[in-house]
Structures are given as C-alpha cells and as structure tokens.
C-alpha cells in the first residue's frame, strides 16, 4: 500500500484545482493507537453497568450446553503468568462456544484448604514467634479462611482484568459451607461401599510440613546424597532342595548392598537379590591404602558390578571363586549389619532373610537391594509377601523413635555420620561416599522428603468397586488435546498405588470416620454420615472440631468412648477432585459431566487424575468428555521463571503496561501443548502482531464509512477479486469451527493474523485502495469492495472477539455504536457456502505469483531511480496462461500501475515452458492530479488534470 498513502494525493504536484475533497479517504473514529492500558479498564466497567453477562445468559437459554469446569487455583499469593495462561486460554474456549451457538456459562472455582494455605499462615506465625501448635485449632482455621478469602479477592479482580468472563459474583470454592458437606458426602460414599480403609504403607513424608504428600505435590531437584556399601555376613543356609547346590562356601561370606539413604540401614528387615543375576562369589586378596575391606574376606556382589564395586570400596586384588545364579540364594540368612553394635541396646540381633525381587537389577550398587519396609513401596510390598514387620522407625517430624535403638531422637538426614561409625564399630561399613542425583522434594516448603510407613486413609483401587479398570475404561473414549496425554495419565492410573488421602493436618475438610476401638474396624453408617454433611452444610467442617462433636454425629445409640474420632484431613487432590461434585449441579444448571477440563500438563498427576478416580468411585464414569494440557511458561532463555533470577514476567505488570489484549494474543499466538516463552522482547513483537491487526480493523471501519445495506452487490456480481477474498474467509470459517470443536486452538490466530497482513493489506486493500478512494460513490466496483469489507469486518471482529474481547468491542462499537449493543452477544457469521470456490483460489494463487514476478521488476525500477511509484509503470508480463488469467486492465489494477501489455515468450525446450518474466517500462501520458495514474487520457475530458474515471467521478 506504498503507492496511495492515507493522505490525499497530488500535493507532489500543485494541481490546477485542489480536488481533495472528492476522494474517498477512509474515516473512522477507532482510533490507530489502542492505548489498552486505559480504554480497557473503562470496557470492564461499562459491561458491568450494563449487565453484560446477565444479558448474554438470558440470551442462551434453551441453547445446548457447554461445560468447562474450571480446575481450581490456589488462593494463596497474586496471580503468575501461569495463571494468566490458563484461564485466558479457558475464556476463549468459552467465549467461542458461545459465539458457537452453545450456552456456555463459565462458574470459576477456587481451592481454598490445605497446605498451600496452612503453610502461609504458619510462616506468618514463624515471623512473629508463635508456636502453630500452641493456637487453639478453631483460632488457627479462622486465620486460614480469612488468608484464603483475601486472596480469592484479589485473584478474582485480576482474572476479570484479564477479561475473564464468568459467574464471578458466585464462584464456587472448597471452604464454602456447601463444599464442605458435599467433600464430607464424597468421602461418605466410599465409606460406605466399602473402597475407604486404613492400613499401614510407606507414603511420601514432609518432615518439615509433618504431613502425608499426593505424587502431585512432589517435585525432583538436585541432591547430594550420603551412600554406604554395607557387609550383611551369611550366618545360615537352609537345605536346599536343589541337587548339587553347595552352601558351605556362603557360610562366612558377607552380601554387600549399596543404598542412598543410610538412615534406613537401622529399619532393615531383609536383601533382595535378582534371580536372574549372576553374582560372583569374591576373595579379597589385596585392597588400597584406607579401604575398610579386609585381605581374605569373601564377599558376594553382582558379576557385572564388580568392577564398580572395586573401584568404590578400593579392592585391588581378587578372586572369583564361583559364579552362581540368584536362584541359588533361596533360603540364605544374614546377620543385620547392626548386630552386637555396643550403642544398639541388643536390638538388632535378628536375621535377615534373603528374598527374591522382580525389581532388583545390575544397573547401578552390588545388584542386592536392602529392604525397609517402612521406607519404600518396593520394600512394602516385597516385606507384605514374606510376612516381614514394619516396624515404625521414624516419628513424623523426621527423627528416629525408640524402635531405632541407639539413634532415638536423631534426624534421618543428619543420621549418616552416626550410621557410618556404628556400622565400622561392628565391621559391617564396606565403603561410603556421596551421589549427586534427582531427589523428591515438597513443593512447598522446598525441602527433601521420605518414605515413611504410618497408619494412612486410603481408596481401595482394585477391590469390588474396580476403580482401576472402570478408570482405564474412560479414558480409552476420552478426547484429549494433545493426543499425546491419553498415554501419560493412562500409564499412570495403570500403576499408581491405592489412593492415600489423609494428611496430618489442620486447615481442611477433616475425614468423618469414626473407629471402633475394640475392633478398629470403621462406622459405615448412613445416618451418622447425613448427621454429618448437615452439620457441615450449616455451620462448615469447624463443627467436627467442636466440643461434643463424637456424641453429637454418633447420636444417642453410641458411646462416644467407644470410637476414636478421626482427626486427619482429607487430601486437597480429593477435595479438588471433588468439584463436580458439587459445581455441574442443577442448581447452577450445569450438566454432568463438563465437556471439557482444561489444565497444565502437570495434571496428568494432579487434578485430572484425583478427579477421575473420585468420580468413577462414586459414579461410575468420568467427570469429562475431553482432556486438554497445555505446557509451562518460561523465559526468553526457556529458563524457569524466579525471583532470584529476576526474569519473572508478571501479567500485572503486561496488563499495566500494554494492556491484556496482548497477553491474550501472546497466548493465542502460542503453541500452548508446548512450553511458551515470554519476557521483555516478545511481548514487544507481540506487541507489533497486535498493532498490525488492529490496523487492519481501522482500515476496513475507515472504508466503511457510510456503507448501507442499499450498495450491497449480490455474490454472484462480485468481481473475481472479491470472490476470492470471500473463499478466503470461508476457509478460515472452517478452521475456527475445527478449533471449536476440537479445542485445538494451536495456529488459529497466527492464520488470522496472516490473512490480514498478507492476503488484505499486502494484496486486498492494496489492489483496492484505488477504487475505494477514486471510483464514483455508486461505481460497481467501489460497492463490490465495500461489500466485502463489511463481511471482513463483520467476521474478523467475532472471530477476534474470544481472543482480543476489548479491541473486538472498540471495533464493533465503532460501527455499530449501541448502549446495548456488544460484540460479545453476537454469533459468529453464517458463512454461505457458495463462498467456497477452490477452482477460483487455484487461479487466483496463479494471479499472486505471476504478480510477485511484476512488482520484483517494479522493485529494481524503484531502486535505481526510474520511478517512484508504481503508478509510473507500464510493465511487461510474459507468461505461459497470463493473458488467460486477467485482461491487461484486471492486471494492471492488480499489480497497481498505469498500463500493462503481454510479451511473447521465447520457444522453451521440448515438454518445458519458459520461465515467467517481467520487463519495465514507463508509462506513456500524464498523471492524474486525482488517482494518480499515469495515462494518455489525462486532460481529454472537462478538467485539464484528471482523467476519464475521476473527470466523471467529480462531475462538472
């Protein structure tokens, strides 16, 4: 569009008459500059005012439903560029399925409980000196709802400045009294049929938080951890049924095991060994100055680790006196490498067997595993099958209890100093040394956690409710968005454990069982549980922690002394998991299940999968139709984002500064199944996207100046160029209604944006601009082009309106100004499917690359000096087809000069045609004072300086 500025022409030459005022420029009061910071805050205030929502839900009644449930954030802090992500990405699946002809009423949600919150508040008590422990527990919830309910308000006020549209005068919220007795409900209905149960296990342990951890709550960070190679010496082999098996040489030996943690060393209750694994039966003949193996000592180690193994503990010299099979060890027992440990108090004078386990291999340590049972799932479960104790080593705060004799009260990650030197007193300590490796971490408190077995609620996944396989068998007809994620959370529902959902905490909804002491069997009664969930829907779940509660739920039949009252919470995954429960509800007339649930790729593990199995647990089907993840945000770099780094993006600060439409479109613009990057220089760039679209909206407001339903021109009228645009706009119609359905949204907006920059402003308004500014006002052509401008507006500022909702409204009130009136009550335009025209697109595709060969020419001519414009130019096309294509009229108004002729093409080689090519050349007569071309008709009309067209357009 360099050619005819947005300025009257001529002013290059002083014509004899000023004819300004007869051109067409376009005039609009949307202005260029979008100034968002300011105009969008005045938008939210006027759609309050003028009940936008309230009208646009009046509006869909009897249309058919759309549900996006919303996953729940924390409300404990200000809103990050995660957060932002998610929930515009949420509001323009919305919003589009509305603009769809759905009803698609948004209720956000908020997770209130647990230790997001709980942690807060104690930090804040950490600060002033208090002691958590010392507050009277119903003090302590207060001060976490009041924490809680102060940041859901601030959360709210800036996910609507984000133009998150939703029921934000009645979102739903787990500390909600009726949340609270619908979570107690839930946790009732597993109570009941039979899936709720109690059971000492190994779980993920924060010893800082003293609490219970989901996988969810669990991140991986570097470690240095201590390691020790321990001797556990043979001290028995039983008889073994296999012929020719020899024991007598093991007697003596010692197995070596390799572990991280020493600290379990203490809680051992057996080895595993791999029955498939070749173990070498190892003399020590000579070892290196300071190693703590002994000239003489057998050992047994895995055949293929003994070179790491000899490196490690300094073996020097040795031999392998037999090789033998896993299989071979059956029956074999050690001594405990505590044994006769003068600090141990006698207590680890037991044996410990051999097992077989399917888990050991010979990647890594001496190919045997020693077993906790306390501390590990493997070592559960193997201890459970051989009957091994669990015995209860570690207190909830991380230090040893009495039945870790000679360690009682030491914290288990200070413990491998004392480990180490009890271990050499008794010559078990075969090596030791550190490991840099992953290791879980809270992802609150930041600090290492353990497995830690301790009497835990769990949800039974494979008993008569089959929540397993009913949870497989949902998400084999699930729709997910990547596709990629059906494996993920598959995979994990496949393997994960039986469910632990109680916490040792404070601030949450507590599990509302009552035990029986005599027989420690649960109450399943029906009654107590109704006598319950009413209570907590009047008064909320502080009523179980009042005085008198056991009486007051067991009723007049029980003897409260008889139960102990369970005083764990249940776990915030079950709570959020909960939601369904009690949001897709007739009471907001929202059906179950929602169509979509929309969250990080993170909820595999989280929200998707807690809210899966509660669902099938007590309904039997899945609380959704379809998965959609999207990645993380990270920095320009693809680093993480921290404080410490300083390369933290806050959507407070984008919003301040460029306004939230260009962090809605930066988000749009995003490939978000990936992780996104952002900071300083793509908001920028973005930025740049955003001015180029809202330039293409003024241009097509600014000629459409004046436009009336009397100029339009029927589809079959409208010129070639016209039809072209309109199958443009039919195809892009059908990729937004894949996006709609699918929920895939990845390239949506950079098309759009595409369309605007290259096939409108580059081509459309570029050819265009001659008879929207120059034709007569009635001019067939003019009215064709204005025709179609209005079905680009119309479609682009709808199709834009979930994605940039404020600069879609500044665009459609600019025409269609209304008190009312909005852009967001609209549906996107019926597109006609006469629109479509592949035959016309392949010529017109044609049209663009032989016109690309012109204006390449036309580009020489500029640069050396020949012309200034194009309009000076006569040139010429030679092409196979080009004279079919267009007249030399249609060509030169397409590749916007004066004239254009058709040169011969040279003869090709057989079977080949030539090469498309252009010549320059000027053209011949004067220019017009009005449109600017250059022709030999200039002047032969009534006015000296015009010529014929404009002579008509300006009458006498």
């Given at each position: 569009m360099?050619d005819?500025?947005?300025?009257?022409?001529?002013?290059?030459?002083?014509?004899?008459t000023?004819?300004?005022?007869?051109?067409f420029l376009?005039?609009?009061p949307?202005?260029m500059?979008?100034?968002?910071?300011?105009?969008?805050?005045?938008?939210?205030?006027?759609?309050r005012?003028?009940?936008?929502r309230?009208?646009?839900?009046?509006?869909?009644?009897?249309?058919?439903?759309?549900?996006?449930?919303?996953g729940?954030?924390?409300?404990?802090?200000?809103l990050?560029?995660?957060h932002?992500?998610?929930?515009?990405?949420k509001?323009?699946?919305?919003?589009?399925?509305?603009?769809?002809?759905?009803?698609?009423?948004?209720?956000?949600?908020w997770?209130c409980?647990g230790?997001?919150?709980?942690?807060?508040?104690?930090?804040?008590y950490?600060?002033?000196g208090?002691?958590?422990d010392?507050?009277?527990?119903?003090?302590?919830r207060?001060?976490?709802?009041?924490?809680?309910?102060?940041?859901?308000?601030?959360q709210?006020e800036?996910?609507?400045?984000?133009?998150v549209?939703?029921?934000?005068?009645?979102?739903?919220?787990?500390?909600?009294?009726?949340?609270e007795?619908?979570?107690?409900?839930?946790?009732?209905?597993f109570?009941?049929?039979?899936?709720?149960?109690?059971?000492?296990r190994?779980?993920?342990w924060?010893?800082?938080?003293?609490?219970a951890?989901a996988?969810a709550e669990v991140?991986?960070?570097?470690?240095?951890?201590?390691?020790?190679?321990?001797?556990?010496?043979?001290?028995?082999?039983?008889?073994p049924?296999?012929?020719g098996?020899r024991?007598?040489?093991?007697?003596?030996?010692?197995?070596?095991?390799?572990?991280?943690?020493?600290?379990?060393i203490?809680?051992?209750?057996?080895?595993?060994?791999?029955?498939?694994?070749?173990y070498?039966?190892?003399h020590?003949?000579?070892?290196?100055?300071?190693?703590?193996?002994?000239?003489?000592?057998?050992?047994?180690?895995a055949?293929?680790?003994l070179?790491?193994?000899?490196?490690a503990?300094?073996?020097?010299?040795?031999?392998?006196?037999r090789?033998l099979?896993?299989?071979?060890?059956?029956?074999?027992?050690?001594?405990?490498?505590?044994r006769?440990?003068?600090?141990?108090?006698?207590?680890?004078?037991?044996?410990?067997?051999?097992?077989?386990?399917?888990?050991?291999?010979?990647?890594a340590?001496t190919?045997f595993?020693?077993?906790?049972?306390?501390?590990?799932?493997?070592d559960?479960?193997l201890?459970?099958?051989?009957?091994?104790p669990?015995?209860?080593?570690?207190?909830d705060?991380?230090?040893?209890t009495?039945?870790?004799p000679?360690?009682?009260?030491?914290?288990?990650?200070?413990?491998?100093?004392?480990?180490?030197?009890?271990?050499?007193?008794?010559?078990?300590?075969?090596?030791?040394?550190t490991?840099?490796?992953?290791?879980?971490?809270?992802?609150?408190?930041k600090?290492?956690?353990?497995f830690r077995a301790?009497?835990?609620?769990f949800?039974?996944?494979?008993d008569?409710?089959r929540?397993?396989?009913?949870?497989?068998?949902?998400?084999?007809?699930?729709h997910?968005?990547?596709?990629?994620?059906?494996n993920?959370?598959t995979s994990?529902?496949?393997?994960?454990?039986?469910?632990?959902?109680?916490?040792?905490?404070?601030?949450?909804?507590?599990?509302?069982?009552?035990?029986?002491?005599?027989?420690?069997?649960?109450?399943?009664?029906?009654?107590?549980?109704e006598?319950?969930?009413?209570?907590f829907r009047?008064?909320?779940?502080?009523?179980?922690?009042?005085?008198?509660?056991a009486?007051r739920?067991?009723?007049?039949?029980?003897?409260?002394d008889?139960?102990?009252?369970?005083?764990?919470?249940?776990?915030?995954?079950?709570e959020?998991?909960s939601t369904?429960?009690?949001t897709?509800?007739p009471?907001?007339?929202?059906?179950?299940?929602?169509d979509?649930?929309?969250?990080?790729?993170?909820?595999?593990?989280?929200?998707?999968?807690?809210s899966?199995?509660?669902s099938?647990?007590?309904?039997?089907?899945?609380p959704?139709?379809?998965?959609?993840?999207?990645?993380?945000?990270?920095?320009?770099?693809?680093r993480?984002?921290s404080?410490?780094?300083?390369?933290v993006?806050?959507?407070?600060?984008?919003?301040k500064?460029y306004g939230a439409?260009?962090?809605?479109?930066?988000?749009?613009?995003?490939?978000?199944?990936?992780?996104?990057?952002i900071?300083?220089?793509?908001?920028?760039?973005?930025?740049?996207?955003?001015?180029?679209?809202?330039?293409?909206?003024?241009?097509?407001?600014?000629?459409?100046?004046?436009?009336t339903?009397?100029?339009?021109v029927?589809?079959?009228?409208?010129?070639?160029?016209e039809?072209?645009?309109?199958h443009?706009?039919?195809?892009?119609?059908?990729?937004?209604?894949r996006?709609?359905?699918?929920?895939?949204w990845?390239?949506?907006?950079?098309?759009?944006?595409?369309?605007?920059?290259a096939?409108l402003?580059?081509?459309?308004?570029?050819?265009r601009?001659?008879s929207?500014?120059?034709?007569?006002?009635?001019?067939?052509?003019?009215?064709?082009?204005?025709?179609?401008?209005?079905?680009?507006?119309?479609?682009?500022?709808?199709?834009?309106?979930?994605?940039?909702p404020?600069?879609?409204?500044?665009?459609?009130?600019?025409?269609f100004?209304?008190?009312?009136?909005s852009?967001?009550?609209?549906?996107?335009?019926?597109?006609?499917a006469?629109?479509?025209d592949?035959?016309?697109?392949?010529k017109?595709?044609?049209?663009?690359?032989?016109?690309?060969?012109?204006?390449?020419?036309?580009?020489?001519?500029?640069?050396?000096g020949?012309?200034?414009?194009?309009l000076?130019?006569?040139?010429?096309?030679?092409a196979?087809?080009?004279?079919?294509?267009?007249?030399?009229?249609?060509?030169?108004?397409?590749?916007?000069?004066?004239g254009?002729?058709?040169?011969?093409a040279?003869?090709?080689?057989?079977?080949?045609?030539?090469?498309?090519?252009?010549?320059?050349?000027?053209?011949?007569?004067?220019?017009?004072?009005?449109?600017?071309?250059?022709?030999?008709?200039?002047?032969?009309g009534r006015?000296?300086?015009?010529?014929?067209r404009?002579d008509?357009?300006v009458?006498?």
């Open positions: 360099n005819r500025p947005d300025t009257t022409p001529g002013q290059a030459e002083a014509p004899r000023d004819w300004r005022g007869t051109v376009p005039r609009t949307f202005p500059k979008g100034d968002l910071p300011k105009r969008e805050p005045a938008w939210l205030e006027r759609w005012d003028t009940a936008l309230d009208r646009l839900r009046a509006q869909s009644a009897g249309l058919p439903k759309f549900v996006l449930h919303d729940p954030p924390y409300a404990n802090g200000p990050h560029i995660g932002a992500l998610n929930k515009i990405l509001d323009v699946i919305n919003r589009a399925a509305q603009m769809s002809g759905r009803d698609a009423n948004y209720v956000p949600g997770d409980h230790l997001p919150i709980e942690w807060k508040v104690e930090e804040e950490r600060k002033k208090r002691d958590k010392a507050v009277p527990i119903l003090d302590f207060a001060e976490c709802r009041a924490y809680a309910a102060h940041w859901l308000g601030v709210r800036e996910f609507q400045r984000l133009g549209l939703g029921d934000w005068q009645h979102p739903y919220a787990t500390m909600d009294f009726a949340s007795a619908t979570i107690a409900g839930e946790i009732g209905k109570l009941l049929n039979g899936s709720l149960y109690r059971g000492l190994p779980v993920m924060s010893p800082v938080e003293k609490t951890l996988d991140e991986y960070h570097d470690h240095t951890s201590p390691t020790l190679w321990a001797r556990f010496p043979v001290i028995a082999v039983d008889t049924e296999a012929e098996r024991e007598d040489d093991l007697l003596g030996a010692s197995v070596v095991i390799w572990t991280t943690t020493p600290w379990t203490p809680a051992n209750r057996a080895v595993a060994y791999g029955p498939e694994i070749d070498a039966l190892v020590v003949d000579g070892v290196a100055e300071g190693s703590l193996l002994r000239p003489g000592e057998d050992l047994l180690v055949l293929s680790l070179p790491d193994f000899a490196k503990a300094g073996l020097e010299a040795h031999s392998v006196r090789v099979k896993g299989t071979e060890l059956a029956g074999t027992w050690t001594a405990h490498p505590l006769g440990w003068a600090g141990g108090e006698n207590g680890y004078e037991f044996g410990i067997p051999l097992l077989p386990g399917d888990f050991v291999t010979a990647e340590g190919g595993v020693h077993i906790a049972p306390s501390h590990g799932e493997d559960f479960a201890g459970r099958a051989h009957g091994l669990v015995p209860e080593t570690v207190g705060d991380g230090t040893y009495v039945q870790a000679g360690f009682t009260g030491l914290h288990v990650f200070k413990a491998h100093d004392a480990v180490w030197a009890a271990m050499e007193a008794v010559g078990t300590l075969a090596a030791k040394g490991l840099r490796h992953s290791y879980p971490h809270s992802w609150r408190s600090k290492p956690v353990i301790t009497p835990q609620w949800i039974a996944m494979d008569a409710n929540i397993r396989e009913k949870a497989l068998d949902a998400l084999a007809v699930t997910f968005v990547p596709e990629v994620g059906r993920r959370i994990m529902v496949a393997a994960r454990p039986d469910w632990c959902i109680s916490r040792q905490r404070a601030w949450g909804v507590p599990i509302p069982v009552f035990v029986h002491r005599a027989t420690s069997e649960p109450l399943r009664d029906p009654a107590v549980l006598r319950v969930t009413a209570a009047e008064e909320g779940a502080d009523a179980w922690y009042q005085p008198g509660a009486a739920f067991l009723g007049v039949e029980r003897n409260p008889d139960y102990e009252q369970v005083m764990d919470i249940v776990d915030v995954w079950f959020s998991g369904h429960a009690f897709l509800t009471e907001r007339d929202l059906p179950f299940p929602a979509l649930y929309l969250e990080g790729s993170d909820q595999h593990r989280g929200w998707f999968h807690s899966l199995l509660e099938i647990g007590t309904r039997g089907v899945a959704f139709k379809a998965l959609l993840t999207h990645g993380f945000t990270l920095d320009e770099s693809g993480k984002m404080k410490s780094l300083g390369n993006t806050a959507p407070q600060e984008v919003t500064k439409d260009i962090l809605r479109l930066w988000v749009m613009s995003s490939d978000t199944a990936e992780d996104q990057r900071g300083p220089r793509i908001l920028e760039q973005t930025a740049e996207l955003y001015r180029r679209l809202r330039n293409t909206l003024r241009w097509l407001l600014g000629n459409l100046d004046g436009f339903e009397a100029e339009r029927p589809h079959a009228e409208l010129p070639e160029l039809r072209w645009v309109l443009r706009l039919s195809e892009l119609d059908a990729r937004l209604g996006a709609v359905d699918t929920y895939d990845s390239g949506v907006v950079p098309e759009l944006h595409n369309f605007c920059a096939d402003s580059a081509f459309f308004f570029d050819v601009k001659d929207l500014y120059c034709d007569a006002a009635d001019s067939p052509r003019r009215r064709a082009a204005r025709t179609v401008i209005d079905a680009l507006h119309r479609c682009l500022t709808t199709w834009l309106a979930p994605v940039l404020f600069t879609a409204e500044e665009a459609w009130q600019a025409r100004a209304s008190a009312e009136g852009v967001h009550l609209q549906t996107f335009p019926a597109v006609p006469e629109w479509r592949e035959a016309l697109a392949a017109w595709a044609r049209v663009r690359a032989l016109r690309g060969v012109v204006t390449a020419e036309l580009e020489k001519a500029r640069a050396s020949e012309i200034g414009s194009s000076q130019a006569a040139p010429v096309l030679t196979d087809g080009a004279a079919e294509l267009l007249s030399p009229e249609a060509w030169a108004e397409v590749c916007i000069t004066s254009f002729e058709f040169g011969e040279p003869a090709a080689g057989a079977g080949e045609a030539a090469a498309p090519s252009a010549a320059f050349r000027l053209a011949p007569g004067e220019k017009c004072a009005r449109c600017w071309r250059v022709l030999p008709e200039t002047g032969t006015h000296a300086d015009l010529c014929l404009c008509a357009a009458g006498a």
